[in-house]
């Protein structure tokens, strides 16, 4: 059974950084390209990163964001340094297998003074 489970994320100031993790279940991260994905209020889901043979980060968070994954833990991390107002959002771990998307739960971050 697949699962997707995050964490980390919670009540930060202007220029604070977070780690947040993503437990992964049920099959190899390793083998898979994982995904990072964030919602913010009133807003549609958007991508922030992903991490397979290499990695990609969105624009809007280039420079203050690294992903990285431990293949022991079968664990994504998703680091944001320099935190701003607008990255308060729900982000999300995500995984295509076999054609199906699996999400994880969320965790909140949440950028204020």
């Known amino acids: 059974q697949v699962q997707l489970v995050e964490s980390g994320g919670g009540l930060v100031q202007p220029g604070g950084s977070l780690r947040l993790s993503c437990a992964a279940s049920g099959f190899i991260i390793s083998n898979e390209v994982m995904n990072w994905y964030r919602q913010r209020p009133g807003q549609e889901r958007e991508l922030v990163a992903w991490i397979g043979g290499r990695t990609f980060y969105s624009d809007s968070v280039k420079g203050r964001v690294t992903i990285s994954r431990d293949n022991d833990k079968n664990t994504v991390y998703l680091q944001i340094d320099s935190l701003k107002f607008e990255d308060t959002a729900e982000y999300y771990c995500?995984?295509?297998?076999?054609?199906?998307?699996?999400w994880g739960q969320g965790t909140q971050v949440t950028v204020s003074s």
């Open positions: 995500n995984v295509r297998l076999v054609g199906l998307h699996y």
